[in-house]
């Protein structure tokens, strides 16, 4: 059977098929110039959703990097505090040596007792360490000088105004690091220990104090509860020590992960330009022979040939 | 016995009737663009016979009728297909017009304003006693506060769209179906009901901008009378010379949008639901369904976040301008959102310490984010936002970090209403609403190409059936002047003949 092609027939169909090219060219083009496979919400739903999904990920990937970053900087500066604090006992230990010779003359002894104080100002005003306008040994009260000194007693003795309070830092969905040392817990030996045995401040005044008095067992004793206090530091640097050597492995942990979740998206979400660039050559060519075809056709009926 | 006399006059009919078919080629050629043109054709009929002594003596020719080429069945599928084609495109259009409300690029978008919201809480976290680090948990929660309300504004002004296009379409549609009406009134008062071929036409062509306008169901009676009801049956739009008009107003039920009703005489039927093809159709169903799912998605996440943000900043303690410590500050403030009501949930009618209900169960949703901002309290003094858990403890941030940890908490939305929270993160739901606003954006592209693909197909068959050939129309056209020619010819011929008849006559009677 015969099918009727009437005039219009042809048009129609070669106009639909027009537009539909020039509307493919134009989708490759939006792809190319945006550089994104998926311009429009609705050409891939399941796509979009992936890259969004992806998104999330690197979006909270890159917040636990900041904490980690953050963490680190607060876990140096008081790693950084630890160390002069740490630095300031072994002095302290070397003048109660000098303190305890044979040889010493009280002249010598109050100068030695002079350079303890000061060592001791040295450790108070560590104790009170500011970073970032906070009091980094003041447990949670960051706000509150945490020692203040009392010179008004014999020996000297200080306040703490800090509490033992916490502060830590998310990292992971599993993993939260503490970014503090709180101040009666590194400097008296924990909450409710000022001025006993493990109160490093108070040790150093009572030195400085034996010092002046030429009281060699007082100052044996000092020395001796210093030397405990320098290794329970020593552990606290340690202890600072590995948690930023696990921050910083954590970081590059999460780095590489964000890296890796680009990457991902990127395959997803960003356009294969080889593969755009030949499909708009593809649909520039087709469109140019549907155009040929639609201007070729129906050019010529049969009254041209009627005289 | 035919004589010279009665020769002329077949000479004459032939004349006549290849006039007559000449003119209807020029009707047609006329015609060729015409939409909804169906080609016509004399149909030509050879004279009575007439009986001399037995013998039968045609008589020429008469032009009997004028026949279009038509199928009928052909059209009302063209007419179905149009209306369900118009109907999808209208429907991915409407979609299509919110999905930039819905895009993500990753600097901006619901989902990176909602991240970057808690990215701020969580740099806060690091330096819970920072001026300059509340005041960017401020500014990044206005800046998604405005993010939502500028996609819930964009998704509403659709639907008002959708609406005020209802209102429009409804005159249009009167306009047709009364013209519609006429036509039949024309068309079934001919002697015969199938010859007024352009009025049927003209019908057709109406019938299909009707279809275009409104899903409907066509069907003929005996006298040619298109009968035109809703696709769903619920009321008749034409039946014979009546056409019932279809009025649009205001509706309390439906929030002051146009309800649509048919009137038939003293009694109106109420359509607004019945009504689903069609440019109408798809309007209704944006403006009624598919677009207020999306503000409603966005009303609940949107008062998911604030509840549960709520909750925990008013559990915490912040400090004042004067450095005190102060508990019990909503982050969020807006219609609906009473801190005083419950110390657990920001929120007056909520039930006991249950998750709060979306939209549909609970009207207190519906157009929250268009009221919410930032408490006002807390723009003024951003150390307000609650970093510790504790009074007095400003270098406390575990409240903060448990604001912050909120955006990857399980359970922070209800989604199926049910009063519990059932959901992942707040970035899963607001993705899920991205896929289905570009799912159906895709789903609707597809029915609407689909849709295109199968009218153009019917309709390249009705062109085939119907169109206007021109050059089938230049042969017939040849055809019937070389007819015409030779009736000419014939008619002189006769006309010589009575000459040399006449001619014989006169000299004879000379003679």
């Known amino acids: 059977m015969t099918m009727r092609v009437p005039n219009l027939m042809n048009n129609n169909a070669s106009l639909l098929d027009l537009q539909r090219l020039k509307q493919q060219y134009a989708e490759t083009v939006q792809e190319l110039s945006t550089g994104q496979a998926n311009p429009n919400l609705g050409d891939n739903p399941a796509a979009e959703a992936q890259v969004e999904g992806y998104q999330a990920s690197i979006n909270v990937n890159a917040e636990f990097v900041a904490q980690a970053n953050t963490a680190n900087s607060q876990l140096q500066a008081s790693s950084t505090a630890l160390t002069s604090m740490g630095t300031d006992i072994t002095q302290l230990l070397q003048l109660g040596q000098e303190g305890l010779a044979a040889d010493t003359t009280p002249t010598t002894q109050a100068g030695i007792s002079s350079q303890v104080s000061a060592l001791r100002q040295d450790l108070i005003a560590l104790g009170n360490t500011q970073v970032q306008g906070n009091y980094i040994f003041a447990g949670t009260k960051t706000t509150t000088v945490p020692f203040v000194d009392n010179q008004a007693t014999t020996p000297p003795s200080t306040t703490y105004n800090g509490n033992s309070g916490i502060t830590s830092l998310t990292l992971s969905p599993s993993v939260n690091v503490a970014t503090n040392i709180p101040g009666d817990t590194l400097f008296y030996g924990g909450t409710g220990l000022q001025g006993s045995s493990s109160d490093v401040l108070a040790q150093a005044a009572a030195m400085a104090q034996a010092l002046t008095t030429n009281n060699t067992a007082a100052i044996q004793t000092a020395y001796n509860n210093l030397q405990t206090i320098s290794s329970r530091i020593n552990v606290s640097v340690a202890d600072l020590g590995e948690r930023e050597d696990g921050v910083t492995a954590l970081q590059d942990g999460l780095s590489a992960y964000s890296q890796n979740l680009t990457t991902q998206q990127s395959s997803i979400a960003s356009v294969n330009y080889a593969n755009a660039i030949t499909q708009l050559n593809e649909e520039g060519v087709a469109q140019q022979a549907t155009l040929s075809t639609i201007a070729k056709s129906g050019q010529k009926t049969l009254f041209d040939y009627i005289a | ?25 020029g009707h047609n050629i006329a015609n060729v663009n015409t939409p909804d043109f169906s080609q016509q054709q004399a149909v030509l009929t050879s004279g009575q016979a007439l009986n001399y002594s037995g013998i039968m003596f045609g008589t020429g020719v008469t032009v009997s009728s004028v026949q279009a080429l038509r199928d009928q069945f052909l059209n009302l599928q063209v007419t179905q297909s149009l209306c369900g084609q118009s109907g999808a495109q ?83 549609i009167n306009t047709l179906t009364s013209q519609i009406a006429t036509l039949n009134t024309s068309i079934s008062q001919q002697l015969d009901p199938t010859a007024d071929n352009d009025a049927i036409d003209q019908r057709q062509e109406l019938t299909d901008q009707l279809a275009s306008l409104v899903g409907i169901q066509v069907s003929t009676d005996s006298n040619n009378n298109y009968q035109i009801t809703l696709d769903s049956g619920a009321a008749t739009l034409v039946s014979g010379g009546n056409a019932y008009q279809m009025v649009a107003t205001p509706n309390g039920a439906l929030g002051n949008n146009y309800g649509v009703t048919v009137v038939t005489g003293a009694s109106s039927t109420n359509v607004t639901d019945s009504i689903s093809g069609g440019q109408l159709g798809a309007d209704l169903n944006l403006r009624d369904n598919l677009l207020p799912a999306y503000s409603s998605q966005l009303d609940t996440i949107a008062g998911s976040l604030v509840n549960q ?28 959102i009473d801190a005083n009501a419950d110390a657990n949930f920001g929120y007056v009618n909520l039930p006991n310490n249950a998750l709060p209900a979306s939209a549909a169960n609970a009207p207190i949703y519906s157009g929250i984010i268009n009221s919410l901002v930032v408490n006002p309290a807390i723009v003024a003094t951003p150390t307000l936002i609650a970093s510790a858990s504790t009074a007095n403890t400003p270098g406390d941030n575990s409240n903060v970090m448990n604001l912050a940890n909120l955006q990857t908490a399980l359970g922070t939305v209800d989604t199926n209403d049910d009063g519990t929270g059932d959901s992942g993160p707040f970035s899963t739901v607001v993705s899920g609403l991205i896929n289905d606003v570009g799912t159906q954006s895709q789903k609707y592209n597809s029915i609407a190409t689909n849709q295109q693909n199968l009218t153009t197909a019917l309709q390249t068959q009705q062109t085939s059936v119907s169109g206007v050939d021109l050059d089938q129309q230049a042969a017939q056209l040849l055809q019937f002047q070389q007819a015409y020619q030779a009736s000419a010819q014939f008619i002189s011929t006769i006309s010589q003949l009575t000459q040399s008849l006449l001619t014989a006559v006169t000299a004879a009677a000379a003679g």
């Open chain 2, 1 to 25: 016995m035919g004589n010279l006399s009665s020769s002329l006059g077949i000479g004459l009919s032939g004349l006549q009737a290849s006039q007559e078919a000449i003119s209807v080629i």
């Open chain 2, 90 to 172: 209208t429907t991915y259009q409407g979609i299509q017009a919110v999905t930039p409300a819905f895009t993500d690029d990753g600097t901006t978008g619901l989902n990176t304003s909602i991240s970057n919201f808690f990215s701020s809480l969580s740099t806060l976290a690091g330096n819970p006693t920072s001026a300059a680090l509340s005041e960017n948990v401020v500014g990044a929660a206005q800046g998604m506060l405005q993010q939502f309300q500028t996609s819930y504004q964009t998704v509403t002004g659709q639907i008002t769209s959708a609406n005020e296009q209802v209102g429009s379409l409804v005159p249009e």
């Open chain 2, 309 to 336: 943000v709520n909750k925990l900043n008013m559990a915490g303690f912040g400090t004042d301008a004067n450095g005190n410590s102060v508990t019990g500050t909503p982050f969020f403030t807006g219609t609906g």
